[in-house]
Structures are given as C-alpha cells and as structure tokens.
T-cell receptor, first 116, second 111 residues
Framework: DAGVTQSPTHLIKTRGQHVTLRCSPISGHKSVSWYQQVLGQGPQFIFQYYEKEERGRGNFPDRFSARQFPNYSSELNVNALLLGDSALYLC???????????????FGQGTRLTVV | GDSVTQMEGPVTLSEEAFLTINCTYTATGYPSLFWYVQYPGEGLQLLLKATKADDKGSNKGFEATYRKETTSFHLEKGSVQVSDSAVYFCALSAYTDKLIFGTGTRLQVFP
C-alpha cells in the first residue's frame, strides 16, 4: 500500500512568490494535517482537514491556506513568501483525525521549501 | 497551552550503550503520547505510543512508559546500534490528531 505522498520533494522560490504543496493521504484516510518544520526544530501544526472541512488551525498568518478535495488529497498554499518560510513541510494522514486511543498519524517524506 | 519539553542533544553514545531521552509534558485532560523518529533527509516515523497512564509503548527495542504522576514519557533502549542514529521527537495529542512536538533530540551512536 502506498503511504502518504507529497509533491514536489524540493522547491526553490523567490521572496514574494506563491507556492502550492500537494499531499495524497493513505487510501481510506479522511483526515490530513500540515506541519512546518524549521531546521533544528520540531514540527509545528499548521492545519487539519477532515471531510473537506477545516478542523483546526495553528498560529500561522493568513498567507497560509489549505484545502482538501473530495478524494481527500490536500493542498497547502503560501502567498507572499518570506525568507522565514523556508522549511520542511510535512503532511500527515489519519483515519478520522478525532484523536483517542486508536489514533495514529502517518507522515509523508515532506517538501523542502527554500525561499531566496 | 499544551506543550512538550525534551532534553537537549546531541546525545552521543557508543554502540551497545544504554539510552535514555527525557520527555515531560504539560496538558489538560489525558493526552496520548508518542515518540517519532526522523532519519536524515526523511519524514517522521512513529516509533511507539501510549494512550493512557501506566501504558508502556515498545517497538524495535525502544520503550517508554506513560507516567501521569510525573507527566513524563522517557524513551529508553537497552543497547543502541549505529543504525539508531537519528533525531527523536516526543509528541502529544489531546482531542484531535493535532500533534504537539518537542524540539527533538539528536542521537549519535558510534561504533
């Protein structure tokens, strides 16, 4: 079975540009979450989506947005890129995203975004 | 708010040494606790988890016990290998699958 797939794997953008990152969850998983991991730090929660609805949002500016499609894949969009947006962006999928004892999030390999 | 604190690294050990990486947490209610591992250039892999007090999670020789009285979830392994060299993240989740991570601890194991 395919795991969580993210594209592209690497990306270089210029300040002020816009970027779209993509994620395909594990088959059968309905919840997708996005995390930002700055070098040397732990991942920080950006968004969680379930059944195309936003379920949670972290402390990120409005330049960050996301959506989930009917097939449960997801896109993360970042506008007006800043140098500080350079990071590894991780996508995680889970069955329903409700937490609890049976919850488990599976991560993709990430997209390495470099803003120059 | 909820948070996770991990010991700072790097932790440098010789092969076959005993490993402890400390993790404490602050949370309301009864979170689930996790250890994730990140190998160079890769995403995160779930190493083990525990979902209620006194549960012990274990996998690949690693263990961690959910201690509510000390709000801790320390990671241990009796004999590390060079292949265990990676960054280890302690994390919690409360009422959704949103994960709150610690800053990570780099483990370096030398032959």
């Amino acid at each position: 079975d395919a795991g969580v797939t993210q594209s592209p794997t690497h990306l270089i953008k210029t300040r002020g540009q816009h970027v779209t990152l993509r994620c395909s969850p594990i088959s059968g998983h309905k919840s997708v979450s996005w995390y930002q991991q700055v070098l040397g730090q732990g991942p920080q929660f950006i968004f969680q989506y379930y059944e195309k609805e936003e379920r949670g949002r972290g402390n990120f500016p409005d330049r960050f947005s996301a959506r989930q499609f009917p097939n449960y894949s997801s896109e993360l969009n970042v506008n007006a890129l800043l140098l500080g947006d350079s990071a590894l962006y991780l996508c995680a999928s889970s069955l329903e995203g409700l937490g609890g004892p049976n919850t488990e999030a599976f991560f993709g390999q990430g997209t390495r975004l470099t803003v120059v | 708010g909820d948070s996770v604190t991990q010991m700072e690294g790097p932790v440098t050990l010789s092969e076959e040494a005993f490993l402890t990486i400390n993790c404490t947490y602050t949370a309301t209610g009864y979170p689930s606790l996790f250890w994730y591992v990140q190998y160079p250039g890769e995403g995160l892999q779930l190493l083990l988890k525990a979902t209620k007090a006194d549960d012990k999670g274990s996998n690949k020789g690693f263990e961690a016990t959910y201690r509510k009285e000390t709000t801790s979830f320390h990671l241990e392994k009796g004999s590390v290998q060079v292949s265990d060299s990676a960054v280890y993240f302690c994390a919690l989740s409360a009422y959704t699958d949103k994960l709150i991570f610690g800053t990570g601890t780099r483990l370096q194991v030398f032959p």
